[in-house]
Nanobody
Framework: VQLQASGGGLVLTGGSLRLSCAAS??????MAWFRQAPGKERELIGI???????YYPDSMKGRFTISRDNRKNTMYLQMSSLEPEDTAVYYC????????????????WGQGTQVTVSS
């Protein structure tokens, strides 16, 4: 399985953006979005498991929504009320295991897509 993230770009503060992560093969048990800003560690945005359940860290609740369409082998990240602090490279990842929120050891990663929020 390979992942292809897309949908990044430049958006103004307060704007919205939807990212997509297309899998070349069948989607696996856990799919997740991460982001990494310059000079910062990679952080989890949220997880969507194959059954449709999702998890978000408290810091990501409210403005980020993850969904997946298993028929299309695609995961989405809907982002709203974007702020300059959301500027980062956004990555999708997947793993055949039921990944716990603190486990970032995903087996397959996409190449990342840049999101830049301008004030």
């Amino acid at each position: 399985v390979q992942l292809q993230a897309s949908g990044g770009g430049l958006v103004l503060t307060g704007g919205s953006l939807r990212l997509s992560c297309a899998a070349s093969g069948r989607t696996l048990s856990s799919m997740a979005w991460f982001r990494q800003a310059p000079g910062k560690e990679r952080e989890l945005i949220g997880i969507c498991w194959s059954g449709g359940n999702t998890y978000y860290p408290d810091s990501m609740k409210g403005r980020f929504t993850i969904s997946r369409d298993n028929r299309k082998n695609t995961m989405y990240l809907q982002m709203s009320s974007l702020e300059p602090e959301d500027t980062a490279v956004y990555y999708c990842a997947t793993d055949r295991r039921q990944m716990r929120p603190l486990n970032m050891d995903y087996g397959i990663w996409g190449q990342g897509t840049q999101v830049t929020v301008s004030s």
